[in-house]
């Protein structure tokens, strides 16, 4: 599913919702690659709302390390703030959207690794042309450090360039807190 599909789908849900990963830094960039799928995040807070507002229409399971369990009637929510959510037609259909959940403070966004970065989601993502939300390429590009994947690597490589230089100091400093070793520290 891309983006805009899933905006369709999301029609109606009045609570703020977000592209992150990949697809996050191919619309700050244009950057054009592959995507095994689409991730998005809302805040954990809204999970309730979420289940509701898909019911009927998607099936809805938490995933907690591995361990997935349908959300809905018997599970409302999740224990678990920084699971993920997987989203599929029926119980036979492929998986088509990842939803890592985004812990919150009374409604503002907080981040997953770094506890002090915390903000109204208005100032961790941007508005595209598109009418969607997405993630901040530098928050995308220091989630995305911790695992050091080479499939990473043109993403990063694509976002330099269109950082401002704040957005590269704050990347600098987180990459510096989460991962001090990482070669990326070289090139911010």
Request: zero cysteines.
């Amino acid at each position: 599913m891309e983006p805009s599909e899933f905006a369709r789908e999301m029609t109606g849900f009045d609570r703020p919702w977000w592209v992150v990963g990949g697809w996050a830094i191919e619309a700050a960039t244009g950057y054009r690659r592959e995507h095994e799928d689409l991730d998005v995040s809302i805040l954990a807070s809204d999970v309730p709302a979420f289940v509701d507002f898909m019911r009927g229409r998607w099936h809805v399971w938490n995933n907690v390390g591995g361990v997935l369990h349908p959300l809905g009637d018997r599970w409302l929510t999740v224990d678990e703030p920084t699971s993920q959510l997987w989203l599929r037609e029926h119980a036979s259909s492929p998986w088509v959207v990842d939803i890592p959940l985004t812990p919150d403070a009374d409604g503002l966004w907080t981040n997953k690794f770094l506890p002090d970065h915390v903000a109204s989601v208005e100032d961790v993502t941007w508005l595209g042309d598109d009418g969607i939300r997405y993630l901040h390429p530098e928050i995308v590009l220091a989630y995305k450090a911790r695992l050091r994947r080479p499939k990473d690597e043109p993403d990063f490589s694509a976002t330099i360039p269109v950082l401002t230089r704040d957005r590269r100091a704050w990347l600098r400093e987180a990459l510096r807190t989460l991962v001090p070793d990482h070669h990326w520290l070289e090139r911010v």
